[in-house]
């Protein structure tokens, strides 16, 4: 496994600009979660996700003080994306967060998602940090599942900070 920032430039107010072949691909893995878009409502259409959606909210993730965009590749496909904050935007929360992991649906179950998380951990803890936190949507139990199935442990239940959705705020000491 790879993972490697995105290569894209954004002034903070336009979508990202990525290369053709980049936002092609890119669009095919958030479109390929069209069961997760359904239950987050980040898409207009979860079934109908668009280039411009993806290089929109790319740039809005990439606009967070502290965000990375991260490609995960396996043999040169791309199979997975991840987005990082170094802290959450409440100056009493230590930890830096993971604010998506998304995986190709072609290759859900096959450990990806396991191995993209272990890769993020670890960049964590190299660069001195003691545990990692994020969010699940209530509505989301495949997600809490596998989230807990690698050891986050509940420690909060709060609105998310975007929009307001219900989330189970989990924790990973490192």
């Known amino acids: 496994m790879i993972l ?25 893995l958030y479109a390929s979660n069209h069961e997760f878009f359904a239950l987050s409502g980040d898409f207009p259409d979860a079934n109908d996700i668009r280039a411009e959606q993806v290089a929109t909210a790319l740039a809005d993730e990439l606009a967070q003080p502290g965000a990375e965009v991260l490609l995960g590749r396996s043999e040169g ?20 967060w993971i604010g998506l992991l998304l995986v190709d649906a072609q290759v859900h179950r096959t450990g990806i998602g396991k191995e993209l998380a272990a890769v993020i951990e670890q960049r964590f803890r190299a660069a001195g940090h003691h ?15 596998f989230w807990t199935a690698l050891g986050y442990e509940l420690v909060d239940h709060r609105e998310d900070t975007q929009l307001g959705r219900p989330c189970a705020v989990l924790r990973k000491p490192l």
Do not use: F, S
């Open 4 to 28: 490697e920032p995105l290569p894209a430039t954004t002034n903070g107010v336009a979508p990202v600009d990525l290369p053709g072949p980049l936002l092609t691909e890119l669009t095919a």
């Open 77 to 96: 496909r791309l199979v997975g994306v991840v987005v990082t904050l170094a802290r959450h935007p409440d100056p009493a929360d230590p930890d830096p």
């Open 131 to 145: 545990g990692v936190r994020l969010a699940v949507l209530d509505n989301n139990p495949k997600g809490l599942a």
